[in-house]
């Protein structure tokens, strides 16, 4: 195992490498233009064995990776923000053909303004493509993902693509010492692509004609839910399985971090858990118990792991990245589903950080002030806040 | 008894689902006949997408993989690379797509995959509309023409502007092969196919493909009208290997535009006028195509 100082998009360059796609499908966008760069590299010093389709957009990205990884071979390609966005029909047609396909997603602003910032939005909207959804919290957490994301992805009962995210500049462009394992390690834990089905002349099979309404359409897409819902325990079983072989132990679909006791509990996505940790451990200082739920998976979403945290606090403070324009953020919508029926606690939203707005320590301590008091009168103040708008003095 | 060169192996099998004498049917017989068996194929969004049968039946024999409208360019490129990461080198990877796919939806990935330069055969079958749809414009469709979005009215809001070129935008990204074709010559179809299977890089046929449903055809004359197509210079039939043209079928007698308009309901609200002048366009077409002939064949010094 070698220890390297990795940006987050080098992390996932080298997640990919040592996964050993064999077509690589690129397009440039920033933030995400230097993981591409970086295959482009391996591959070009013979470091990396893979075709490398440099195609005309991330739409075509995509569908390459489709037709590739339906020919029989693993794929990657990584993309941003309107890169993502554009991919979305595609997104959907790799699950729907139940291809592992991985991709590294840098979480960029989406335009108008533009902004080429950290901000959720454009992963958060495509929730609804069937693909899991990994957010890293650091860059040793995007290659290992990548890693896993085979992993779980290619078992032939899940059969479903992944999207390792990681901030904009927060990670993709800010270097930190990483492990980057042994081939050999990475080879056994991977191993070799084995898909199951593929297009072949001595065997030649239809994949996506046409379905009528009293075909299996529906019931095709009830085995991609039911994929959806054994992906969570695979994804258990992978990273305790990957904990053995490489040393270093994820916590499934959610991180807790001193949740035990807590009064309130923050729930978020990304890098704002790093902040929020130490601002944590200052809290606690002080005596004031508040604690962490990070949201590694929110595709699957994990519902039971919600339902378990909130009984340990008096309240949830939601924090999102991102909007949902009509009602409340995503994750807070999807956390409260999943607790409706499980809690009478409040629950409050809290909207940070968007087009990359930096969030500081301060900024969290004051929301988890908020969140104590709530935790406290039990009633929410304002169901959903936007933390720190110009002109807004509660937060200044 | 006179040899003709189309092979006797069927891998389009009856039972599919196109209209009656559908053009497009007879372009992938004779392509899979020319190609054979070890070939896979991609289509996108178009009446292809139909034709082959509802699931889980397929009229086709060899492997097939439906995409999306706008993505035939990168799926041929992905299978082609994935089939090369494997050694398979030899399989005839081919998209096969409609006009609306290819000149209009599909053109920023088609141009992706040519000037990529995989070897890959990508196969438009030009119905000049959108059929599966229900007879809407597209790029390609020819000046004057009735469409469902094109419907004339007190405004005579046809067809108006010339058809978009495919051919010649690819003869422009300098790819090793373009051919036209239509499903009346099919020897002269099956050997052009056979010549490209020989040469590597991207292939692109433009072939015409009536369509009686939309043309306001009967069906039983597909065939004819695809042939007066290219007597009348309305879809000659030529190809350019490494940028040379080669002009395949020299009529030596031309049918007036007229007779070839006629023949179908979407032309029949044309003025004398209106197809004098589209009569002037085929013919500087036709020139403007004997000319390339002569130059690129090395004739410059005469003009």
Excluded at chain 1, 84 to 96: D, F, N, P, Q
Excluded at chain 2, 44 to 58: F, K, L
């Amino acid at each position: 195992m070698a220890k390297m100082i990795l940006t987050g998009n080098e992390s996932a360059a080298w997640g990919a490498r040592l996964s050993k796609p064999k077509v690589v499908a690129a397009y440039p966008i920033t933030p995400q233009t230097s993981i591409i760069e970086k295959i482009a590299e391996f591959i070009a010093n013979g470091e990396m064995d893979a075709r490398y389709i440099r195609v005309e957009s991330e739409h075509s990205a995509m569908a390459a990776c489709i037709a590739a990884e339906n020919t029989g071979v693993r794929t990657f390609t990584a993309t941003s923000a309107h890169g993502l966005t554009l991919m979305h029909e595609m997104l959907i047609w790799a699950s729907g053909a139940r291809l592992p396909i991985v991709m590294s997603v840098v979480n960029r602003a989406m335009a108008p303004p533009w902004s080429v910032w950290t901000d959720q939005l454009d992963s958060v909207a495509q929730r609804d493509t069937g693909w899991m959804q990994i957010y890293s919290e650091n860059n040793q957490e995007v290659l290992d993902s990548i890693i896993m994301a085979y992993r779980v992805g290619e078992k032939h009962n899940i059969l479903l693509p992944t999207m390792i995210m990681e901030d904009a500049f927060i990670l993709s462009h800010t270097a930190e010492a990483v492990d980057v394992p042994e081939q050999k390690l990475v080879d056994d834990f991977v191993g070799e692509f084995e898909p199951a089905f593929k297009l072949d002349p001595q065997d030649p099979g239809g994949f996506g004609s046409l379905i009528m309404p009293e075909g299996p359409y529906m019931e095709f897409r009830y085995k991609m839910a039911l994929a959806m819902d054994e992906a969570r325990k695979e994804i258990r079983k992978v990273t305790e399985e990957f904990a053995e072989v490489f040393g270093r132990k994820y916590p499934g679909l959610v991180e807790e971090y001193r949740t035990e006791d807590a009064d309130a509990i923050m729930v978020v996505m990304g890098t704002i858990a790093s902040t929020a940790k130490d601002v944590i451990d200052a809290l606690r200082e002080k005596g004031k118990k508040v604690g962490l739920a990070r949201i590694r998976y929110f595709r699957p979403f994990p519902y039971e792991e919600l339902r378990e945290i909130v009984k340990k606090a008096d309240m949830l403070g939601i924090v999102d990245r991102s909007y949902t324009f009509g009602y409340g953020a995503a994750l807070y919508t999807e956390t409260k589903g999943a607790l409706y029926g499980h809690t009478d606690k409040p629950i409050k939203n809290y909207v940070v950080g968007l087009g990359g707005r930096d969030i500081t320590p301060d900024v969290l301590v004051k929301i988890f002030d908020n969140m104590l008091k709530i935790a406290k009168d039990g009633v929410v103040d304002r169901e959903i806040e936007w933390v720190g708008l110009h002109g807004d003095e509660r937060w200044s | 008894m006179r040899h003709l060169p189309i092979p006797e192996e069927e891998y389009m099998l009856p039972g599919h689902t196109a209209c009656l004498g559908c053009g497009a049917t007879l372009v992938m017989r004779y392509l899979l006949k020319a190609l054979g068996k070890n070939t896979i194929l991609s289509i996108p969004a178009c009446c292809w997408a139909v034709i082959p049968g509802v699931y889980p039946r397929r009229a086709l024999e060899v492997p097939l993989l439906y995409t999306a409208f706008e993505v035939t360019g990168a799926a041929i490129s992905g299978i082609k690379e994935a089939l090369n990461a494997m050694g398979k080198e030899d399989v005839n990877v081919v998209g096969f797509a409609g006009d609306g796919g290819t000149a209009d939806i599909g053109i920023q990935a088609l141009s992706g995959a040519v000037e990529r330069g995989h070897d890959v055969f990508y196969i438009m079958y030009d119905n000049e509309a959108y059929m599966n749809t229900g007879i809407q414009r597209s790029g390609s469709t020819p000046m004057g023409a009735w469409t469902t979005t094109t419907p004339g009215g007190k405004k005579r809001m046809y067809k108006w502007e010339p058809k978009k070129n495919m051919a010649e935008i690819m003869v422009a990204h300098k790819i090793p092969y373009v051919a036209t074709a239509t499903i009346a010559y099919p020897e002269d179809f099956i050997k052009k196919l056979k010549k490209a299977k020989e040469i590597k890089g991207p292939k692109f046929f433009q072939v015409f493909s009536p369509c009686p449903t939309g043309w306001r055809v009967p069906p039983n004359k597909s065939v004819e009208v695809s042939k007066m197509a290219v007597l009348s210079k309305a879809f000659p039939l030529y190809e350019v290997e490494h940028g040379k043209y080669r002009i395949t079928v020299k009529p030596k007698k031309f049918v007036p535009m007229k007779d070839y308009l006629k023949m179908q309901g979407r032309f029949r609200h044309l003025t004398e006028e209106e197809i004098e002048r589209i009569q002037e366009e085929v013919d500087r077409n036709w020139e403007e195509l004997l000319l390339k002939e002569k130059i690129t064949q090395g004739e410059t010094h005469e003009i």
